[in-house]
């Protein structure tokens, strides 16, 4: 007999859908299954504007199959320039739902971030004041600091002296691979969240390194030791509203991936459903599904949960196909290294 599960339509409160011909290609594989996605805004410009932001979400819309709904939830990108006005207005109108800090350097297309966090206090301010979320990238660009350590650095360091003198910002620390930026999140009051990918739930820095260098297992922050990806799962099926599903789906093409010096991201627009389904099923926790994916993304982001429902099957392994294609060259599609036996019907 087939087990099934019913839940509300998920959400992904952490996507990069790009541009153009990558746009095209990516935005069908999450529309297929998810319902809403907090769009990343590190574009090549980046998206500083409401204007440049309602400009992308119109691009967005327009690359959508016609037979697919879904809502892009729009962000900002924090520069040092960021003008307040601009974040509150934008946030008026419902066109925005957060604004993305990226520190200076941290990763892709960062390069417009802020460096120096005095001169982007008064839009924190007014983020505080108006309920908007900072979406935040944590980790510290310090060269002197280790890449594995990047994010607890970026904790002490950045994190928690800046939500002590912004009190009542309402912040989602993003795709946190540590059991130290879980505890952090627990030991936090709720205006603090955390999103946490399908990817990080499975892989370890050994997936990444043992055995011959697998570029599409890096991203950022770059997957910590086995321990650290345990205490995620922990956090992810524990039930705390505070964790949910962010996949930091972020695709890349094979030669950029496949390079001396290859990009960061892993994409999983494609299978998130049946990477977490599994994970959660390993866990005995099949029963927390629903919140990680459906209700606690929603429920920090003041927003309501979807009415529609998707149905999740268990059966013999499902295949996905390697790699997407698309019009700047194919895209590897995450492969987590074992069999996956949770479809979306
Ligand atoms: O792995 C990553 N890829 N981490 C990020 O923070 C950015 C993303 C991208 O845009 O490719
Ligand atoms: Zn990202």
């Not at 904790?155 to 946190?176: A, K, S």
């Not at 321990?227 to 524990?238: D, N, W």
């Not at 505070?242 to 892993?266: I, M, Q």
């Amino acid at each position: 007999m087939t087990q099934t599960l019913t839940l509300r339509r998920p959400d992904d409160w952490h996507l990069h859908l790009r541009d153009g011909e990558m746009l095209k290609a990516v935005l069908p594989e999450t529309a297929r299954h998810f319902a809403r996605a907090i769009i990343m805004p590190n574009l090549v410009p980046p998206v500083v504007t409401g204007a440049q932001a309602a400009a992308y979400r119109d691009r967005i819309l327009a690359a959508l199959p016609e037979d697919m709904r879904f809502e892009p939830l729009m962000t900002l990108y924090l520069t040092e320039d960021t003008d307040p006005a601009d974040v509150a207005a934008a946030a008026a109108s419902g066109l925005i739902k957060a604004v993305k800090l990226y520190p200076a350097g941290a990763t892709t297309n960062s390069a417009s971030g802020v460096r120096d966090f005095d001169k982007v206090r008064g839009v924190l301010e007014k983020m505080a004041e108006i309920g908007l979320t900072l979406c935040v990238h944590g980790e510290v660009t310090d060269p002197e600091v280790d890449i594995f350590d990047r994010e607890t650095v970026f904790i002490d360091r950045v994190l928690d002296p800046l939500r002590r003198v912004t009190p009542g910002l309402r912040v989602v620390m993003e795709h946190i691979t540590t059991s130290g930026a879980a505890d952090y999140v627990r030991g936090s009051d709720t205006d603090l969240g955390a999103t946490i990918t399908a990817h990080h739930l499975i892989i370890n820095r050994n997936h990444i390194l043992v055995g011959g260098i697998k570029p599409h297992y890096y991203c950022l922050p770059v997957a910590k030791r086995e321990s650290h990806r345990v205490a995620l799962v922990g956090a992810a099926t524990s039930g705390d509203a505070r964790f949910f599903l962010g996949t930091d789906s972020a695709p890349h093409t094979d030669p950029n991936k496949e390079s001396a010096c290859g990009c960061a991201g892993c994409f999983t627009a494609t299978n998130t459903m049946s990477l977490v389904a599994e994970v959660f099923d390993h866990e005995g926790a099949l029963d927390k599904l629903e919140g990680f994916c459906s209700l606690n993304g929603p429920a920090f982001y003041r927003l309501p949960a979807n009415e529609e429902r998707i149905t999740l099957e268990k059966g013999a392994p499902v295949s996905y196909p390697a790699h997407i294609v698309s019009g700047e060259g194919p895209v590897t599609v995450f492969d987590p290294g074992f069999p996956l036996h949770w479809r979306v019907a």
